[in-house]
């Protein structure tokens, strides 16, 4: 057999085998109830909504037929998409308590570290913040062109952010400095490990008006060192958010990175 003809006979196989998926598929959708759906991922994708915005969810154990009827979804399928809940541990399901929901999302704009709601129902959502590292160092070669400064220094810190007890995302950020930067440190001190609006924390930190954020998200896996911090598995998803804060002069202030835990953690932002 010549290589086109395998590769013929193999395109033809593909897409055999989709036809297959796709009548399976159709088939399975006959089968389902008139006005009820049978996809487990929609469902969870309206059920982990419904857990993050709390909005719809019962405050003691959920009710499989009054879930059927406000989603329009089979009970295999809610069963199925339930099952997912529970593996993100958003769920917890008890043979004598039924099935409830244990941990909330936590919510954050895309620009700011300040939570909008607890992760359980007795937390208020308050961000607790532990320094990991603080150094000064000469500036490297990258850092001044990234920063376009004449500085000699640079200030680097990480930090681990809970809430209620768990960990949900490090903090990690660079801020170029001349050698005379007492009054920085001073200001840092005043400005503590308490979360701030961005804003009102960029005005205190660096005395100026904050004038432009560019941020950057993508999803990253999470390597060995940021899991254990994280409690979660090497490898799991992490949303890397990159900000760069420039003042009213056009002067890059700073540049951090966030890794938000992708199973806790939702980035919110309104757009007028």
Same mark, same amino acid.
Do not use: C, W
């Given at each position: 057999?010549?290589?086109?003809?395998?590769?013929?006979?193999?395109?033809?196989?593909?897409?055999?085998?989709?036809?297959?998926? =796709?009548?399976?598929?159709?088939?399975?959708?006959?089968?389902?109830?008139?006005?009820?759906?049978?996809?487990?991922?929609?469902?969870? *994708?309206?059920?982990?909504?419904?857990?993050?915005?709390?909005?719809?969810?019962?405050?003691?154990?959920?009710?499989?037929?009054?879930? /059927?009827?406000?989603?329009?979804?089979?009970?295999?399928?809610?069963?199925?998409?339930?099952?997912?809940?529970?593996?993100?541990?958003?769920? +917890?399901?008890e043979r004598r308590t039924g099935t409830?929901?244990?941990?909330?999302?936590?919510?954050? #704009?895309?620009?700011? /570290?300040?939570? +909008?709601?607890?992760?359980? *129902?007795?937390?208020?959502?308050?961000?607790?913040?532990?320094?990991?590292? =603080?150094?000064?160092d000469e500036l490297p070669p990258f850092?001044?062109? +990234?920063? $376009?400064?004449?500085?000699?220094?640079?200030?680097?810190?990480?930090?681990?952010?809970?809430? $209620?007890?768990?960990?949900?995302?490090?903090?990690?950020?660079?801020?170029?400095?001349?050698? $005379?930067? $007492?009054?920085?440190?001073?200001?840092? @001190?005043?400005?503590?490990?308490?979360?701030?609006?961005?804003?009102?924390?960029?005005?205190?930190?660096?005395?100026?008006?904050?004038?432009?954020?560019?941020?950057? /998200?993508?999803?990253?896996?999470?390597?060995?060192?940021?899991?254990?911090?994280? @409690?979660?598995?090497?490898?799991?998803?992490?949303?890397?958010? *990159?900000?760069?804060? @420039?003042?009213?002069?056009?002067?890059?202030?700073?540049? #951090?990175?966030?890794?938000?835990?992708?199973?806790?953690?939702?980035?919110?932002?309104?757009?007028?």
């Open positions: 057999m010549t290589k086109n003809a395998f590769d013929r006979e193999a395109a033809a196989l593909l897409r055999k085998r989709q036809d297959a998926e =796709r009548a399976k598929y159709m088939s399975a959708q006959r089968r389902t109830a008139p006005g009820l759906h049978n996809s487990p991922h929609r469902a969870y *994708e309206q059920l982990r909504s419904a857990i993050r915005t709390r909005s719809g969810m019962p405050d003691g154990p959920l009710v499989e037929t009054a879930l /059927i009827k406000s989603y329009s979804v089979n009970r295999n399928t809610l069963r199925t998409a339930l099952q997912m809940l529970a593996s993100d541990g958003l769920l +917890r399901r409830v929901v244990a941990r909330h999302v936590q919510e954050f #704009t895309d620009i700011e /570290i300040v939570g +909008r709601r607890g992760t359980s *129902e007795s937390d208020d959502g308050t961000v607790v913040m532990q320094d990991l590292h =603080r150094s000064i850092a001044r062109t +990234r920063f $376009d400064t004449d500085a000699e220094l640079l200030f680097t810190y990480e930090q681990l952010a809970s809430v $209620d007890g768990e960990p949900l995302f490090t903090h990690s950020g660079f801020i170029p400095l001349g050698r $005379d930067h $007492d009054e920085f440190f001073d200001r840092v @001190r005043l400005l503590g490990n308490t979360p701030r609006p961005l804003g009102n924390a960029f005005a205190r930190l660096f005395g100026r008006p904050l004038a432009e954020t560019e941020i950057d /998200i993508e999803a990253t896996p999470a390597d060995a060192d940021t899991a254990a911090l994280l @409690r979660i598995d090497v490898g799991a998803p992490l949303l890397l958010r *990159e900000m760069t804060q @420039r003042d009213v002069d056009g002067v890059v202030r700073q540049v #951090t990175f966030t890794q938000f835990r992708g199973d806790r953690v939702a980035l919110t932002s309104e757009v007028p």
